[in-house]
């Protein structure tokens, strides 16, 4: 049967900040979390779908330790806000999970393509912001999600970061997915004192997919989502990768989680793509993000 949410252990006394929590596969993370005893806080853009979140998780589990805090990962000043009030408390746990999916070109509020500037950026800054905390508590863990997607790109484009030249929403979402993939596995080797894992949850039937393909306006598009609800797994089940990097003792910094069938099926270790462990790729995009964000990694 594989490894599932009931071999989570008991997290009480563990404080876990999982991004874009409100829906999805965030949703999910957080839920189990809260379920298995963490203070678990909800780190979401909207404050009406943080608190419906809030409310769920709440009544699913009575009890539950379960907070939230507002953050915009489009918005380096929020990103600030927010660790600012956040990293007073030593913290277990930064699940790096909210972003955008395959959106028409936009740019954030600091100027940054929309895709880039929210998956990689703005977790870049929150965890550079948030270090000082997790460094407080022995066996601190950094879980980036990323995607099969990444896979859509054969490198990181860094003549183009913004997508200024040449922009397909698609394309620029498996960058952005791959910067996801890269930064973990460079993370672990530059901060030693924090496991830096990712994950990607296969191919999972969320909010995240279905608003892209409503948004796109394109037939074949939409067709292809309704199809491959068919073969995708829940988002429950889409979350299990996540939550296996975040709470396995047996997980360690550098390794990387996602289904057993690439697509679906129960969490295992996997490869994804082979520019995750270029370190020359590595000190590229972490060079590049303390200039364009102004964190810097002590």
Same mark, same amino acid.
């Given at each position: 049967?594989?490894?599932?949410?009931?071999?989570?252990?008991?997290?009480?006394?563990?404080?876990?900040?999982?991004?874009?929590?409100?829906?999805?596969?965030?949703?999910?993370?957080?839920?189990?979390?809260?379920? *298995?005893?963490?203070?678990?806080? +909800?780190?979401?853009?909207?404050?009406?779908?943080?608190?419906?979140?809030?409310?769920?998780?709440?009544?699913?589990?009575?009890?539950?330790?379960?907070?939230?805090?507002?953050?915009?990962?489009?918005?380096?000043?929020?990103?600030?806000?927010?660790?600012?009030?956040?990293?007073?408390? %030593?913290?277990?746990?930064?699940?790096?999970?909210?972003?955008?999916?395959?959106?028409?070109?936009?740019?954030?509020?600091?100027?940054?393509?929309?895709?880039?500037?929210?998956? *990689?950026?703005? *977790? &870049?800054?929150?965890?550079?912001?948030?270090? %000082?905390?997790?460094?407080?508590?022995?066996?601190?863990?950094?879980?980036?999600?990323?995607?099969?997607?990444?896979?859509?790109?054969?490198?990181?484009?860094?003549?183009?970061?913004?997508?200024?030249?040449?922009?397909?929403?698609?394309? !620029?979402?498996?960058?952005?997915?791959?910067?996801?993939?890269? &930064?973990?596995? =460079?993370?672990?080797?530059?901060?030693?004192?924090?496991?830096?894992?990712?994950?990607?949850?296969?191919?999972?039937?969320?909010?995240?997919?279905?608003?892209?393909?409503?948004?796109?306006?394109?037939?074949?598009?939409?067709?292809?989502?309704?199809?491959?609800?068919?073969?995708?797994?829940?988002?429950? !089940?889409?979350?299990? %990768?996540?939550?296996?990097?975040?709470?396995? @003792?047996?997980?360690?910094?550098?390794?990387?989680?996602?289904?057993?069938?690439?697509?679906?099926? !129960?969490?295992?270790?996997? !490869?994804?793509? @082979?520019?995750?462990?270029?370190?020359?790729?590595?000190?590229? +995009?972490?060079?590049?993000? =303390?200039?364009?964000?102004?964190? *810097?990694?002590?």
């Amino acid at each position: 049967m594989g490894w599932t949410a009931a071999d989570i252990p008991d997290l009480a006394g563990r404080r876990v900040i999982v991004t874009g929590a409100n829906s999805g596969i965030g949703l999910k993370t957080a839920l189990e979390l809260a379920r *298995h005893g963490a203070d678990t806080v +909800l780190a979401c853009r909207s404050a009406e779908r943080g608190e419906a979140a809030l409310a769920g998780i709440a009544k699913a589990v009575p009890g539950a330790r379960v907070s939230l805090g507002i953050v915009d990962l489009a918005d380096l000043s929020s990103v600030r806000a927010f660790a600012d009030a956040q990293v007073k408390e %030593p913290l277990d746990v930064l699940i790096n999970n909210g972003g955008v999916m395959a959106i028409p070109r936009a740019v954030t509020a600091d100027g940054f393509e929309r895709q880039f500037g929210t998956n *990689h950026l703005g *977790h &870049f800054a929150l965890t550079g912001l948030l270090l %000082p905390a997790l460094l407080r508590r022995e066996g601190g863990r950094v879980v980036t999600v990323t995607s099969l997607m990444s896979n859509a790109a054969r490198s990181i484009d860094f003549t183009d970061l913004q997508g200024e030249r040449n922009y397909s929403k698609w394309l !620029a979402y498996g960058r952005a997915k791959l910067a996801n993939l890269v &930064f973990a596995k =460079e993370l672990g080797r530059r901060v030693p004192g924090v496991a830096s894992l990712a994950a990607h949850p296969g191919y999972a039937d969320t909010e995240l997919t279905a608003s892209s393909a409503k948004s796109s306006g394109s037939r074949a598009e939409a067709v292809t989502y309704t199809l491959g609800r068919v073969l995708a797994q829940s988002g429950a !089940a889409g979350a299990l %990768p996540t939550l296996r990097a975040a709470t396995d @003792p047996a997980a360690r910094g550098g390794e990387c989680y996602g289904p057993r069938l690439l697509a679906r099926g !129960a969490p295992v270790r996997t !490869a994804l793509h @082979p520019r995750g462990d270029d370190p020359e790729h590595g000190r590229r +995009l972490w060079e590049a993000s =303390e200039e364009l964000t102004g964190v *810097h990694y002590p």
